[in-house]
């Protein structure tokens, strides 16, 4: 399984973002897709997840309606909408694979190398 994020850039306090997660992978539909941030010195923190067999969705407590996370069957591309950016969100989004929608970084097996988001106020 390889994941490759993309969208990441420099952008100002309430612009959005569009990230991308390519997953090279035989089949796709067992998986649950996460995104995960991670700021320097901070722990790595759950943004959101997808099941990918039922579409059901799981947000973080702080992303209080700001970022939406769908699934691209066809392509095989899991998009993380960023709306509302503040500069708390700066950080390192990964996408990740797992079997279960939980919301550790321990109970993902697969990593992306990550995109960079930087807010600036």
């Known amino acids: 399984v390889q994941l490759v994020e993309s969208g990441g850039g420099l952008v100002q306090a309430g612009d959005s973002l569009k990230l991308s997660c390519l997953i090279s992978?035989?089949?796709?539909?067992?998986?649950?897709m996460g995104w995960f941030r991670q700021a320097p010195g901070k722990e790595r923190e759950f943004v959101a997840a997808i099941s990918w067999s039922t579409g059901h969705v799981y947000y973080g407590d702080f992303v209080e309606g700001r970022f939406t996370i769908s699934r691209d069957n066809a392509k095989k591309i899991v998009h993380l909408q960023l709306n509302s950016l503040k500069v708390e969100d700066t950080a390192v989004y990964y996408c990740?694979?797992?079997?279960?929608?939980?919301?550790?970084?321990?109970?993902?097996?697969?990593w992306g190398q990550g995109t960079q988001v930087t807010v600036q106020g």
């Open positions: 990740a694979v797992g079997f279960v929608p939980r919301r550790r970084a321990d109970d993902y097996d697969y």
């Open positions: 992978a035989p089949t796709v539909s067992s998986y649950v």
